[in-house]
């Protein structure tokens, strides 16, 4: 288990871009992780996801525009979000710890942030 505080959202208009930052309360070099959203009334759903090693993984409808990169000596995974849309507005949360099978990633319920929210005016 690890605590994350999420960090980085605001309010812009499409077309703009924010970065947004977990930081763990220990060294996150063995763990992967990812970045989720909910909207309001929706379930929580993947953005993105990046392995101990690096590998990267995208929601189809941020590939492109979206980049998860991770600092290990920063205990820190961000989100790189570029062209945002209004479909975009939510509420982010990161997760660390989860585990990859067949290619899919389960988060590790215990170790989520605390979200921070984007909202994307048109």
């Known amino acids: 288990q690890v605590q994350l505080v999420d960090s980085g959202g605001g309010l812009v208009q499409a077309g703009e871009s924010l970065r947004l930052s977990c930081t763990a309360s220990?060294?996150?070099?063995?763990?992967?992780a990812g970045w989720y959203r909910q909207a309001p009334g929706k379930q929580r759903d993947l953005v993105a996801t990046?392995?101990?090693?690096?590998?990267?993984n995208y929601e189809d409808s941020v590939k492109g525009r979206f980049t998860i990169s991770r600092d290990n000596a920063k205990n820190t995974v961000y989100l790189q979000m570029n062209s945002l849309k209004p479909e975009d507005t939510a509420v982010y949360y990161c997760?660390?710890?989860?585990?990859?099978?067949?290619?899919?990633?389960?988060?590790?319920?215990?170790?989520w942030g605390q979200g921070t929210q984007v909202t994307v005016s048109s």
């Open positions: 990046i392995t101990s090693g690096g590998t990267t």
């Open positions: 997760n660390a710890g989860g585990a990859y099978i067949s290619g899919t990633y389960y988060p590790d319920f215990r170790s």
């Open positions: 220990r060294s996150i070099f063995r763990l992967n």
